[in-house]
């Protein structure tokens, strides 16, 4: 298993480096401070980074966290029976 994600790893670090290689076209980014140039295969990779990211972040705040909120109540209160259940004689 370890093998098959390494070899699924390493084909889309190909395909992201043959993409940037065949899309080496510079585009001008207008920022509304600054203006930058970047090949289009970079900013789409980085765009798409970007995005990955920002996609965990919403996961993580609107799922994690509150789990993980729910998961500590759940022990909190089954420490409480358990302690509750060894001290009634």
């Known amino acids: 298993m370890p093998l098959l994600k390494t070899l699924i790893a390493l084909a889309f670090i190909i395909m992201g480096i043959v993409f940037g290689a065949l899309n080496r076209d510079v585009m ?18 980085l765009v798409l980074l970007l995005g990955c990211l ?26 409480k029976i358990a302690t509750e259940g060894t001290s009634s004689p």
Do not use: H
Not at 57 to 79: C, D, F, G, I, Q
């Open 28 to 45: 001008r980014i207008d920022l509304f401070f600054t203006t930058l140039q970047a090949s289009i295969g970079l900013t789409v990779l």
């Open 54 to 79: 920002l996609g965990g972040l919403v996961v993580l705040a609107t799922v994690v966290w509150p789990m993980r909120a729910n998961l500590s109540k759940a022990e909190k209160a089954a420490a």
